[in-house]
Structure formats: C-alpha cells, structure tokens
C-alpha cells in the first residue's frame, strides 16, 4: 500500500532556529505539493512541483520559506528562521498528473510544528 | 473552479448509510467532483472522483445529479471510524492547481 510519508512527524522548536521537513512522495508520482493547516486559515497551498521543477510557490513566505526537490523521492521544506507564528501542521502530498487525468492527490500523515 | 455548499454538520447511527450532500450549481462541464476527508489529527484521505456518472469504489458511492448541479456521498454502512470532516471539492481536470478545501461537512457517527 504505497503512501506518502513524512518526517518528523512532531517538532518543538525555538523561535529563531532553522527548520526542516522532508516529505517522500508515492513512487512514480509527478507532482508534488506542500499544504499548511491552522485553525485559523484552514489548509492552504505553500507549493507544489511537477518533475521536480517548481511550479507555484506564490503561498509561501518568501523571505523565511523554502521548497525543494532534491531528487523525485524527496522534497523538503525549510523554514529559517522560524516564527511563532509558523506553528501548524504542514502536510505534503503527491499525485500522477498525466494529460487529462483527474487531478487526485494523495496526502501525508503531516509534520506538527510548535514554534516557541 | 466552481464554488461548493456543504452543511456544517451531520450526524449518523452507526451501521446506517450517511448521505452528505454538496452543491456545486456553477460547475462547468470539464469539471470533477472530488471528495476528501480528514479525520482528527491525520492528513486528507481521498475518497472517490466523478465526471458525470455515479462511482463506486470500497470506501463510497458517489451519485451526481444528472445536471451535475449537486451530489452525494454515500457511506453505506457507516462506522465510528467514519467520524471526520468530509470535503467536496470541484476542479477541472487539467492544469496543475492544488485543492481548496472549504469547511466541509462534520459527520459525527453516533454508537
């Protein structure tokens, strides 16, 4: 049963430090995407690649945010430094996005980030 | 991408069929409906995806109304399990967009 996975899944930092989570999409997928979830904002987009070429990355903070895809078996995103304000959880998900297929996508456990 | 309507909330007898409805009256016609849900503390689950015929899968059933305007999800024997917020989602199905996820409709599975 292939699945996204994500690491790690919990993480408490200070406010300051540089942080980072990793994401491996589903073997074979083309596109991946970085979601953030607050209770305030709901679940909103941060980025998304497709053949690990960046292809919106217009919901991220640009001068503390940063998303990459070292190779097609991982992605990662950094936060330096970290604020408060960026506690929440951030999921990351991947799908098959070939020509005219349904647009499914297929989320992560998410990684729970308390920034002090 | 079209908007969509869901109640708040639902309740449901264990072992009974939930029905969640969703209103999509704009759609357009290169448009699917998608449905997710998120169950407490975990990541969206995708559960099925129509164009515009009813779909099956082992988790729904998914019935969309022949003018595709509203449609149903249908948990046929729902189980505690079952309990989570249920989201539906309507979007083309070309290009490369994410998924917005609206407040969907939190299905409480009653023991």
């Known amino acids: 049963d292939a699945r996204v996975t994500q690491t790690p899944r919990h993480k408490v930092t200070e406010m300051g430090q540089e942080v980072t989570m990793r994401c491996q999409p589903i073997l074979g997928h083309n596109t991946v995407f970085w979601y953030r979830q607050t209770m305030m904002q709901g679940l909103e987009l941060l980025a998304y690649?497709?053949?690990?070429?960046?292809?919106?990355d217009s919901g991220m903070p640009k001068d503390r945010f940063s998303a990459e895809m070292p190779d097609a078996t991982l992605a990662t995103l950094k936060i330096q430094p970290s604020e408060p304000r960026d506690s929440a959880v951030y999921f990351c998900a991947s799908g098959l996005f070939i020509r005219e297929s349904p647009r499914t996508q297929y989320f992560g456990p998410g990684t729970r980030l308390l920034v002090l | 991408d079209a908007k969509t309507t869901q109640p708040p909330s639902m309740d449901c007898a264990e072992g009974r069929a939930a029905n969640l409805p969703c209103n999509h009256s704009t759609i357009s016609g290169n448009e699917y409906v998608y449905w997710y849900r998120q169950i407490h503390s975990q990541g969206p689950q995708y559960i099925i995806h129509g164009l515009k015929n009813n779909e099956t899968n082992e988790m729904a059933s998914l019935i969309i109304t022949e003018d595709r305007k509203s449609s149903t999800l249908i948990l046929p024997h729902a189980t505690l399990r079952d309990t989570a917020v249920y989201y539906c989602i309507v979007k083309e199905g070309t290009g490369a967009n994410n998924l917005f996820f609206g407040t969907g409709t939190r299905l409480t599975v009653i023991p």
């Open positions: 690649f497709r053949n690990r070429a960046p292809l919106d």
